[in-house]
């Protein structure tokens, strides 16, 4: 079956920088459309970042000029890059993948901004 493992979740002080790694197996990857979302204590899930399969992207408001979503097909793997990290981004972050009416979800990494 498909699965999503996520990595590159920790600790970082405020305006340093993470990437996430979310590495799909069991399927054709690059037929994915991919995204991000997190959800921090409290808050309801929320959309981050979306790439598809084509490559176009798209960020949250919150996410803009500070979050790069890319994917790696030769790997399998999709990333978010995270820059300029404030305290508020702190959350647990989940990839997704989507095709059609298929979809899966990663376990969560969690990512806290804290000095």
């Known amino acids: 079956q498909v699965q999503l493992v996520e990595s590159g979740g920790g600790l970082v002080q405020p305006g340093g920088s993470l990437r996430l790694s979310c590495a799909q197996s069991?399927?054709?990857?690059?037929?994915?459309?991919m995204e991000w979302h997190r959800q921090a204590p409290g808050k309801q899930r929320e959309l981050v970042a979306h790439?598809?399969?084509?490559?176009?992207?798209n960020y949250a408001d919150s996410a803009k000029g500070r979050f790069t979503i890319s994917r790696d097909n030769a790997k399998n793997t999709g990333y978010l890059q995270m820059n300029s990290l404030e305290p508020e981004d702190t959350a647990v972050y989940y990839c997704?993948?989507?095709?059609?009416?298929?979809?899966?979800w990663g376990q969560g990494t969690q990512v806290t901004v804290s000095s």
């Open positions: 790439i598809t399969f084509l490559n176009s992207t």
């Open positions: 069991g399927s054709i990857f690059r037929l994915y459309d």
């Open positions: 997704r993948t989507s095709w059609g009416n298929l979809n899966y």
